[in-house]
């Protein structure tokens, strides 16, 4: 056996990288559970192509997942990583400039064969594993392919079979790097595989030569612990982004007593929302799969109409196909829930990769004065939170909610402290009571104090109504032209948006002080990467503090005065500026716009050195 | 039901609003057939939704004391997928009219058909745009003159009857604006047909196309330009019942009785698909030479397709069943959970 030499570490990022068929979001996501599991904290960042199975070995088919773990809290998947996984020479070519310098390369040079250099388009007598490019680096070089099919040599499965385990092999060797227990990985492949004892054995089989590898030969003399981190008590689990605003939905369903209904249109990344619900029949939630983003959000505005917790869910390009019935929703001041998973656009853009630039979309994206209340989640469990919240608002108020995430937290993990069902706010709903032939006649947009009409659903004796597109008088909800009822209408939709301030939390400082030279003002998604940047900004002794807006229409009350006790106010976002543009609209307040669109999350140094140019 | 102690009329299915079609509109014979025949269901008012899309004829549910929505154009199909898939108990009822269910929601149309629920749709089929002030439609005839086709409008025609048995429809059927018996007793039979029941309706727009379906509504050219469907009777038609249609192969053929047998004509029946399709096809220019006599009354029923309503709901009872009612705090702490101390 070798000698091996243990560290202690208080976090590592490891990012494996390799075709998008080599199963490397699967390896990532393993490492993953295991290591939140072992106690670390962790944030995750998967970051793979559009393509299921874009051409094998070329750049386009490049498919990472980034891991940043510790046992410190830790906010991001990390701007570099120090330990690169590669399948291929395309892998190493599209990732090499997120590795630190002196970080680790595990490269499988079967994958470093002249067919994959062609294919990666590096020229044949430039192999980086032998033409010293990588000489800042700790290079090991492992020919994966070969070892995997000579354990499973008598295992009677082909080639190509063998060959889909190579990522087990990796998987294994990186467990035991880092003294990660194997079982959960076991236990994941043996139920996964139950049906095909063959392919489950090969899997463990490979698994547990990958960790035989780093055991017996030489090629590794450091191994490394990451104590668990002094994270808040109570018991975790780890959870995604998607699945938060999943179970985020069916928790507000259980708590309010109505059936969920959830109409939608497969679209990418938005469609695990869609797969996790329909695996929940049994707490009454009723998936549609309709015809296409127009049907979907119908579907779900006739749901409502019978009494159902509603929501329709996508992703930009459908938000756009639904923006005339969501004035619709708005019209029949009924309770929806448009939650939007925000990729890259305009139009298909960038299906896979990452953006925060639906917000006017969702502020403004209608014919008319079309005002909806918006909620923007910020971080993978945080889309369980506010799912449940926008659900909250859309039943008792009367009123079109939309949920903002994106596809970096959607797909993002972290370990999440979930709440038990008993501690979660109440949500009541009333329908309108029946009425008796002698009662005064009903009437469908009388208002509470809340501005909230009845929800009168079809059924009940005595509150026949009619509702619809068309300007409704107050009160009667009849057709009505008349100019005075139309302003007075247009006002009550925007006052009843308004209302809303009073039913949420303040805005509070994240990070910092609640005065200073600069606050960095943030929402959705950038949420890791700023807290941190202000973390490091402020261990320097800078005067910088972080407020992140989670409630975008309406804003909480007091965020005005929050932005008045900054001598400067910035607003990184990752679009051309929009949040910006509305703050300095709202509250005249000269905010400094920070942005960037490259499909990519925010690197918290390089919001560092933004700030510091800022106040320099 | 015992709590209906006298039975309705149809003045109680007629709303306080005042309607505002324009005088002599087919609309008024089909909302008041639909009045008269909704006592006869024996379900009380609460029960019905009638929900439209835009047009003239999506006016409908202001008029109707029930429930209604007067949704977004060409939608009225999918919202009324959503209520009945979460409330089978209510009789649904969708309003569309050929702009807005053959044109800009021809996809909910197809998709509402192909998927069945328990829904009854009444297709307001005026071959013209009438609220938009009278454009072709996608139904008005190849070479129409209207103010969006000075020249004539290129668009073939859809025919309804025939996109939707091509869809999978399961209940289709056609009946027209100036007889109200027929139109009675199809609406009647569009109700009680379990899956969606779609019955196309003629009616005449006498503002922007007046006349359109004169030769089969009048009483001097109808025998003649129709055939009345009934199920197991032979398909006769003619000013003295002295035509009939006999099936040669697969080919239809005009035939005389005075040559031919009543014996020997094509006897309908509704549940032949194959048949249903052939006169589906019977569409033709009745200006032509050896036209064919435009069918009314029921081309198809299928009785044996389930509801989507049912389907749907089947799932959730037996995912109940077999897991039991949902487990919330099971559902948030997942497969695996640690414990920070």
Known sequence: MATTIENELESVVIRFAGDSGDGMQLTGTQFSNTTALFGNDIATFPDFPAEIRAPIGTLAGVSGYQIHFGSKKINTPGDLSDVLVVMNVAALKANLKGLRKGGVIIANSDGFDSKNMRLANVPEDKNPLLDGSLSQYDVKTIDVTKITRAALADSGMGTKEIDRCKNMFVLGLVYWMYHRDMQSSIDFITSKFSKNPAVMNANIKVMQAGWSYGETTEMFANRYNVAPAQMETGIYRSIMGNEAAAYGLIAASVKCGLPLFYGTYPITPASDILHELSKYKNFDIKTYQAEDEIAAICSSIGAAFGGSLAITGSSGPGIALKGEAIGLATMLEMPLVIVNVQRAGPSTGMPTKTEQADLMQAMYGRNGECPVVILAAQSPSDCFTLAYEACRIALQHMIPVFLLTDGYIANGAEPWKFPQSKDLPEIKVEFAPQRAADDSKFMPYQRDEKLTRPWAIPGTKGLEHRIGGIEKQNITGNISYDGDNHELMTHLRQEKVDKVADYIPLQTIDNGAETGDLLILGWGGTYGALKTATTILRGEGLNVSHAHVRYLSPFPKNLGDILKNFKTVVVPELNNGQLVKIIRDKYFVDAIPYNKIQGQPFMSDEVVRKIKEILA | ?341
């Open chain 2, 1 to 341: 039901m015992t709590e209906i102690a006298a039975k309705l009329t149809s003045k109680d299915f007629a709303s306080d609003q005042e309607v505002r079609w324009c005088p002599g509109c087919g609309d008024y014979s089909i909302l008041k057939q639909v009045q008269t025949v909704l006592p006869d269901l024996g379900r009380p008012r609460e029960e019905f939704v009638f929900i439209s899309g835009i047009g003239c004829s999506s006016r409908f549910p202001y008029y109707m004391d029930t429930f209604g929505m007067h949704s977004i154009h060409g939608r009225a199909t999918a919202i009324a997928t959503g209520l009945k898939a979460t409330r089978p108990d209510l009789s649904v009822w969708i309003i569309t009219g050929d702009g807005d269910s053959m044109s800009i929601g021809g996809n909910h149309f197809i998709h509402l058909l192909r998927r069945n629920p328990d829904v009854n749709v009444l297709l307001f089929n005026n071959q013209i745009y009438g609220l938009t002030k009278g454009q072709y439609s996608p139904t008005s005839e190849q070479g129409k003159v209207t103010k969006s086709s000075p020249m004539g409008s290129v668009d073939y025609p859809f025919n309804p009857i025939a996109l939707s048995l091509g869809a999978d429809a399961t209940f289709v059927a056609r009946t027209m604006d100036r007889d109200p018996k027929h139109q009675q007793a199809i609406i009647k039979r569009g109700y009680d047909h379990k899956g969606t029941s779609l019955v196309e309706i003629y009616q005449n727009c006498n503002v922007f196309n007046d006349g359109a379906y004169e030769i089969y509504t009048e009483k001097s050219s109808k025998k003649e330009e129709t055939l009345m469907m009934e199920h197991g009777k032979p398909l006769i038609f003619g000013e003295n019942n002295d035509k009939g249609i006999k099936l040669d192969g697969f080919k239809p053929v005009i035939v005389s009785l005075n040559d031919v047998s009543v014996n020997d004509l094509w006897v309908h029946d509704e549940t032949d698909l194959v048949k249903a399709t052939i006169i589906s096809r019977f569409y033709d220019d009745p200006s032509k030479e050896n036209h064919f006599p435009r069918p009314f009354g029921v081309f198809y029923v299928n009785n044996n397709k389930k509801t989507f309503d049912d389907l749907f709901n089947e799932q959730i009872a037996e995912a109940k069943e077999k897991k039991g009612t949902g487990d919330l705090d099971k559902l948030l702490a997942g497969r695996e959970t640690w414990v920070v101390n």
